[in-house]
């Protein structure tokens, strides 16, 4: 069990634009465990390895009790269009409503570097789009048409 630090808006490193992975090695899988740690400590439905500060393709989605490890994601289809509000780990403070497609086809790699393809909708659809949004240095609020601030 490892938690790493969650970089805020502001730093950065969250606006670069992460390298393929190469090695589908320890680091990878050392990399991944910690990601998975660090979501389950704080609560969120998925998060990519540049918001922990490693510019690399990766990122997870948790979604329906199921976990999705991403690895060198692709966004080979997409269709229709839908606002919904979401939030970030790394943007404190607000959530946004967002637009995005309804539904996509994503083509990925598992971290022991096996193809696999993913249809998603809706919301499941959203969540990867914004994980993978993190990979190009892009954050929500560069995207949200109306800004909601949290009450608490
Ligand atoms: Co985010």
Do not use: W
């Amino acid at each position: 069990m490892a938690t790493r630090n969650i970089l805020k808006m502001g730093d950065p490193l969250l606006r670069k634009i992460s390298k393929p992975v190469e090695s589908f090695d320890f680091k990878l899988h050392q990399l991944l465990d910690d990601m998975e740690d660090t979501l389950h400590s704080v609560g969120g439905l998925g998060l990519a390895a540049p918001q922990v500060g490693i510019l690399r393709r990766v990122c997870i989605v948790e979604y329906d009790e199921k976990l999705y490890e991403l690895v060198n994601p692709v966004l080979i289809k997409s269709s229709g269009k839908c606002v919904d509000n979401e939030g970030c780990l790394s943007v404190p403070g607000f959530r946004g409503l967002v637009e995005r497609p309804e539904s996509i086809k994503v083509e990925y790699f598992d971290r022991n570097g096996k193809k696999h393809h993913q249809c998603a909708e809706g919301y499941f659809a959203r969540v990867f789009l914004h994980e993978m949004d993190h990979l190009d240095g892009i954050l929500f609020a560069d995207k949200m048409i109306k800004k909601i601030i949290d009450d608490d």
